[in-house]
């Protein structure tokens, strides 16, 4: 079974601080790709970065980056200068065939002004 | 492009009747995926379909439920004899063909079932 797990149900970070959100998934296979979603209250699932499994370099979109470690199937999300609009539900994804996503549980990460 | 559409956005009905949500993906996107979500999980895969072909289905999708998608367009899902464990958030996503693509997700529409 695939699985996604993430462990820290609610984080919380300093406005302008910065935040790593953790995700280790299980997998057997050796080509696949992994997400962050942003799902704010009341509002619809974003795409916050994506990662291949076969790319060395780790995925970076502005203040959004990952610490991708593929030997230990984790797959963190770090959010620097965090603002009070990166207030969500994070989401891990992990897609091993290109026909369906696997997600984790969630993080709630406030921002404290 | 407009992003993908869910309607209703909300809906409430009571145990035993049936229910059709509807999706409306991104235009020209293939792909359309359909994932319930309950409180304090992750969405949870139910069946896809590529044009008007549905290709997977999850064991979550039982007997009850089915999808459509005819003409390879829009997408509906039925609910057909409410239980309470239905109650969840329902999500339809969309992407172009191909593997591994970014999914784009609607706002959903949130099943109460008394």
């Known amino acids: 079974a695939q699985t996604v797990t993430q462990s820290q149900p609610e984080m919380s970070v300093q406005e302008a601080e910065t935040v790593t959100l953790s995700c280790t998934y299980d997998?057997?296979?050796?080509?696949?790709?992994l997400f962050w979603y942003k799902q704010p209250p009341s509002r619809q699932m974003i795409l916050v970065i994506r990662?291949?499994?076969?790319?060395?370099q780790n995925a970076t979109e502005n203040r959004f980056s990952v610490n991708f470690q593929k030997a230990a199937k984790s797959f963190s999300l770090k959010i620097s200068d965090s603002q009070l609009g990166d207030a969500a539900m994070y989401f891990c994804?992990?897609?091993?065939?290109?026909?369906?996503?696997?997600f984790g549980t969630g993080t709630s990460l406030t921002v404290i002004p | 492009d407009t992003g993908v559409s869910q309607n209703p956005r909300h809906k409430i009905t009571k145990r035993g009747q049936n229910v059709t949500f509807r999706c409306d993906p991104i235009s020209e996107h293939n792909r359309l995926y359909w994932y319930r979500q309950t409180l304090g999980q992750g969405p949870e895969f139910l069946t896809y379909f590529q044009n008007e072909a549905q290709l997977e289905k999850s064991r979550l999708l039982s007997d009850r439920f089915s999808a459509e998608r005819p003409k390879g367009s829009f997408s509906t899902l039925e609910i057909q004899r409410t239980e309470q464990g239905d109650s969840a958030m329902y999500l339809c996503?969309?992407?172009?063909?191909?593997?591994?693509?970014?999914?784009?997700f609607g706002p959903g529409t949130r099943l109460l079932v008394l």
């Open positions: 997998t057997s296979e050796s080509d696949y790709y």
């Open positions: 994804a992990y897609d091993p065939t290109g026909n369906q996503f696997y």
């Open positions: 996503a969309s992407t172009t063909l191909g593997g591994h693509e970014t999914q784009y």
């Open positions: 990662q291949e499994a076969y790319k060395q």
